[in-house]
Structures are given as structure tokens and as C-alpha cells.
């Protein structure tokens, strides 16, 4: 039978060393699955509430006990005995239970962690591929947006713009996709080591090191490539996560590393020069969360040229996103599934997104686990693409070999490629 039969919290640690909740769920069949959720640092201020203890004196404030109780307490009495083949009903039965409009008093690390534990384990009940379970007979394996320098609130260095990714689309699969992005990630250590800069590594696993100057940045990206033997606008493309609400104050962007301070007419006469000189096919949160006249000015001016991505302007929020197609601002939204708090909301927002021939990308946070949900959602959802570090730290690279495993285990995948960004050549 696929009834819960029994559920179960406990904290485990994340990448960045602190807290975070994994829970197991049982059916009367007997059958087990488990999920542990993730933690951002760049949060956007109208994400769904992370429920943590604020104790002092135990993890700097950040333990998640409470979460934990209410999950082994008030979740488990709530939902045992229900279908777990029964998505929808559960996550809308736990949003209900809350009460809240941003899931501020259950959290929505809480209800994430069994709303995701219940979709692994009705996959195993019913012998079904995660992904197929998600999102049926039509599957295909997204491009890896691969973050391959850290800046921003991910590093401790001069960069203003938060991350530098490759994206490997002129391929026939995604292995060797991925095999690219390895080769270009090795090149760009010895190009670094050249230059004398430090090869440490930042939250996501890119390089961090101590450069103030995108555009040398950039040009460091770009030699890589090339001794990879790869063509930069052929094979490889870059895109950009600025994260400008992170830099943005008194209706200014204060661009530190290039001693620039900006409004949002200047901000984006920046970004149109960088993409005339550089191989640039996406750029994140190129403006505030706020800042929806900017946003559409930034969409009417580089639009046809970029992907322009709303992650702190979305929060994966279906209004948020209908305000958005509304206003013409931005073209493409970053999924994360712990900014919304269910399985089914998320869902709800790709749908509209999809509807709205609104690109999609599958996203990790900065404090991770060796979960692997979002490599599953990713194919289940035909997304397009993802995002989930660069090509090291282990649990980065578990959600990148569950991608292989699934391309190795079913040929009737077929890899994105070039296809997400065809609108932008």
C-alpha cells in the first residue's frame, strides 16, 4: 500500500557546515525514501521563511531543532495514513497546516523535506524513475550552467558579480557537455597559476580568486576555453549571475572592483557593452529585486540578444512571475525549490513559466547536501538547463553523475543542447 506509514526528521550539516533537515518516510509496503533540503546565502527578501532555531549558543543561531520537531510532531500527525502517490493533496494539505502566506510558522525547509521525501518514495513504490514519476514520458537532459569563478557574497575577494559560468550547449549530450566544462575547469586553474592568482575555491566550487575586474575575468574565462580547444561563442557560451540586489542602494549599483557607481540606465549600457564583446548568453538578477522599471528596460534594450534571468525577482513565485510576463520584464526564471517550499508549487510556477515561453533553469543553493533531487527534476521537467556549481566539491558533482547515470541508463533522453537559447542568436 502507499500510505505513509511512518515519518521521520533529523539535522544533518550541509556544504557550508551548518544545519540543515533530512527526513525519511516509510509506507505500509514497506518501502523507504529519504530527502535533505539546501540553504542559500544570496536569499532573496521575498523568498518562502527557512525556519531556524536562533539559539545562540548552538550553531552561531543557525541549528534547525525546531524545524525538526515539527516535522517528527505536527507534520507526521497531520499527513500519516494519506496516499503518498498523492502529491498535490499533501503539499496542499501542509500549506494549509501552516497557515502563512510565506510558510513562516511550520518553515518551508520543514514542509520542503517531506514534500520532496514523499515524491522519492512514490517513485520507488510505484518502480518508477524519479524523473519519469515527476514528469512522465517526455524527458530531456538539460545544459549545466557551470560556475566556474565565485565573486560576490560566495568569495572573499574584489569581485562585485557573484558568479562566472560556462555553458557547454554546442553539444550532442550531456556527457560531453560535461566533459568540456571539466577540461575548460583544469584549463582555468593552469591559467590562473600562470597569472599568480590563488586556485582556492568558493562556496560553489569556482575558483575565487583575488581579481576586482570582470572584464579580466572574463578574458581569463575566455583563454581557458580556447586552450581547451574549444571555439567561445560555438561551443562555449558564459553567462553571468550578477546578483545586483547585493549591490544595490539609494537607487544606485555601486560596482566596487570597477569604481563605478550607476543607475539603471548605466548598469545596463554596461551589460550591452560586455555582451557585444564577450560570448554572453545569460545574465542573473542583472537588476534588484525591486527595481521593476529597470527590469523592463533592461528586457526591451538586450532582450533579443541575452537570456535574462529573474532569481531574487521571481523567488520561483507564480505571482511574482505573473507580475513579471505582465510588465515584459526579464525572459527566463531560476527554479529553486527551497524559495517556494513544495514540490507542487514549483511545479505550478515551470508550468506558467513554460506557458509564457519563459526559459527555465534548475537551480542548487550555495549550502548544499549530496542530494540529487534536482538532477531528476531537472530531465522530469525538461527544463532546459541547470545549475549546480562548478566541477568540483562532492556535492556538486553528485547532482552532475546523477545526470550521467541517467543519460547512461536511458537513450531515449535526448540532450537540450543548443535548443534553450536558439531565440538568442
Given at each position: ?48 521563511h527557512e525556519l531556524r532555531d536562533g539559539d545562540k549558543n548552538r550553531f552561531f543561531s543557525k541549528g534547525v531543532k525546531k524545524a525538526v520537531e515539527l516535522i517528527n510532531t505536527e507534520i507526521k500527525e497531520t499527513i500519516l495514513g494519506f496516499d503518498v502517490t498523492n502529491q498535490n493533496e499533501i503539499d496542499n494539505t501542509l500549506i494549509e497546516l501552516d497557515g502563512t502566506t510565506n510558510k513562516k510558522r511550520l518553515g518551508a525547509n520543514s514542509i520542503l523535506a517531506v514534500s520532496l521525501a514523499c515524491a522519492k518514495v512514490a517513485s520507488k513504490f510505484l518502480n518508477t524513475p524519479l524523473y519519469k ?293
Open positions: 500500500m502507499p500510505n505513509i506509514k511512518s515519518i521521520y526528521a533529523r539535522e544533518i550539516i550541509d556544504s557550508r557546515g551548518l544545519p540543515t533537515i533530512e527526513v525519511e518516510i516509510k509506507l505500509a509496503s514497506n518501502h523507504l525514501g529519504s530527502a535533505s533540503v539546501p540553504s542559500g546565502a544570496s536569499t532573496g527578501s521575498f523568498e518562502a514519476y515527476i514528469g512522465g514520458m517526455q524527458n530531456s537532459l538539460p545544459t549545466p550552467m557551470m560556475n566556474i569563478i565565485n565573486g560576490g557574497c560566495h568569495s572573499n575577494n574584489k569581485l562585485d558579480f557573484q558568479e562566472f559560468m560556462i555553458v557547454p550547449c554546442g553539444f550532442n549530450s550531456f556527457s560531453n557537455s560535461l566533459r568540456a566544462g571539466c577540461e575548460i575547469f583544469h584549463s582555468l586553474k593552469n591559467v590562473l597559476l600562470e597569472n599568480n592568482y590563488s586556485t582556492s575555491v568558493g562556496d560553489e566550487g569556482g575558483f575565487s580568486p583575488d581579481i576586482s575586474s570582470n572584464r579580466e575575468c572574463l578574458d581569463l574565462i575566455l583563454k581557458a576555453i580556447e586552450d581547451s580547444n574549444y571555439k567561445p561563442g560555438k561551443d562555449i557560451f558564459i553567462g553571468l549571475d550578477v546578483a545586483a540586489s547585493e549591490f544595490f542602494s539609494d537607487n544606485n549599483y555601486t560596482l566596487s572592483g570597477e569604481s563605478l557607481k550607476l543607475d539603471y540606465k548605466g548598469l545596463i549600457k554596461y551589460y550591452s557593452n560586455l555582451i557585444e564583446n564577450y560570448p554572453i548568453i545569460s545574465i542573473e538578477d542583472g537588476l534588484d529585486e525591486n527595481d521593476w522599471k529597470g527590469w523592463v528596460q533592461l528586457t526591451s534594450t538586450i532582450g533579443e540578444r541575452c537570456q535574462l534571468v529573474g532569481d531574487d525577482l521571481f523567488v520561483t513565485s507564480s505571482d511574482r512571475l505573473n507580475e513579471g510576463i505582465n510588465k515584459k520584464a526579464g525572459n527566463s526564471i531560476l527554479v529553486k525549490l527551497n524559495q517556494i517550499g513544495t514540490l507542487t508549487e514549483t511545479i505550478e510556477t515551470i508550468e506558467l513559466a513554460k506557458k509564457n515561453n519563459f526559459n527555465t533553469i534548475i537551480s542548487h543553493r550555495s549550502g548544499e547536501t549530496e542530494e540529487t533531487f534536482i538532477a531528476d527534476f531537472s530531465v522530469g521537467m525538461s527544463s532546459g538547463q541547470i545549475k549546480t556549481g562548478s566541477l568540483c566539491r562532492s556535492e556538486r558533482i553528485a547532482k552532475y553523475n546523477q545526470l550521467l547515470r541517467i543519460e547512461d541508463r536511458d537513450d531515449t533522453i535526448k540532450f537540450s543542447g543548443i535548443t534553450p537559447f536558439k531565440k538568442f542568436f
